[in-house]
């Protein structure tokens, strides 16, 4: 199993590495660059200027040169510098990836809270009276966009009964219970829209798992129903809710860009999205790159608890 892990590791790393070529290229292909921005904010600047800018940072070079320059760089724990933000990329990535880590686990925990839970009592009865409603409450996570069920949220609670605010993150002095008063509606608008494929794919699996002969063994061994669904069943039907879990790590960690709008929570997507559009190449490159790693961190993760869950996956 230890093979294995090194193994994926090795293929994560040259993941990352095509990935910064293919980002790389992408952004050069982007009309303009951080010093025609320049000329454009400041007509003093002449043509001369301007190249003498671009040879200073490397612009004028091919693409290809330059990318190798910025990975012998960023090999080195260097990573260049934010115009939009005037600080090293480090320095900015790091508060929103502060923020979108507070974002990203309380939502995942909600909704771990709630499909798990709902999924296992479906299973127990299918087509009862529980089983239809889990299945409404799934399809509804799915078909609600999540700026809609995040203006609702902020309608219902912060301006119709001012229990909570409707976005920011808070004072700085506010201390935790001010932090996560702010945290509660973005994080339920993200978890609501998780909850729907984690219960529906774990319903999924426990039914397929039901006739599984083991469980006839368990059953005839005198293990209660429950011990049967929450020791034997429920343990291979976690695997592919692990995925899942693992996929949606990176989606959340980039892709929460319309939650973070909606609720002014400066996390990755925002970060992110704000780089691209101004031309910040530095910090887009980084941030995007960041969220690969998380992504194909998850999915390491995800091989670890396969092994857990499943012991025939630890001798490969």
């Given amino acids: 199993m230890s093979r294995a892990i090194l193994l994926r590791l090795g293929q994560s790393l040259l993941v990352l ?72 990329v480090a320095a900015a990535l790091l508060p929103a990836l502060g923020h979108t880590l507070q974002l990203m686990g309380a939502a995942l925990t909600l909704s771990l809270a709630v499909a798990l839970p709902l999924g296992i009592l479906a299973a127990r009865r299918p087509g009862g009276l529980l089983d239809g409603a889990a299945t409404l409450l799934a399809l509804g996570s799915v078909s609600v966009p999540v700026f809609w069920s995040g203006l609702m949220l902020a309608a219902l609670f912060a301006v119709t009964l001012g229990w909570l605010p409707a976005g920011g993150l808070g004072a700085l002095d506010g201390g935790v219970g001010d932090r996560l008063r702010h945290l509660v509606l973005p994080a339920t608008a993200l978890a609501l829209a998780g909850v729907g494929p ?35 069943q429920l343990r291979n039907a976690l695997l592919p809710v692990v995925t899942l879990v693992a ?11 319309v939650t973070e709008t909606v609720f002014a929570w400066p996390g990755m997507g925002r970060l992110i999205y704000d780089a691209v559009m101004g031309n910040d190449f530095n910090l887009a490159l980084s941030g995007l790159l960041l969220a690969t790693a998380t992504t194909l961190a998850g999915s390491v993760l995800a091989d670890l608890a396969y092994a857990r869950l499943d012991p025939r996956m630890r001798r490969r």
């Fill in 247 to 257: 996929l949606e790590i990176g989606g959340l960690l980039s892709g929460a860009l």
């Fill in 17 to 88: 590495l095509a990935m910064s070529l293919l980002i790389h290229a992408l952004m050069g292909l982007m009309p303009g660059d951080p010093i025609d921005l320049m000329i454009a904010g400041d007509p003093r600047l002449t043509a001369d200027d301007a190249a003498r800018l671009k040879a200073l940072y490397g612009l004028d070079r091919p693409w290809g040169e330059r990318w190798l320059r910025w990975l012998a760089q960023a090999v080195q724990g260097e990573f260049g510098y934010s115009r939009l933000y005037g600080l090293p």
């Fill in 198 to 232: 984690l219960l529906r794919h774990l319903r999924a699996a426990l039914l397929l798992e039901a006739g599984r002969d083991y469980l006839r063994t368990a059953r005839a061994k005198g293990c209660g129903p429950w011990r049967v669904l929450l020791v034997h």
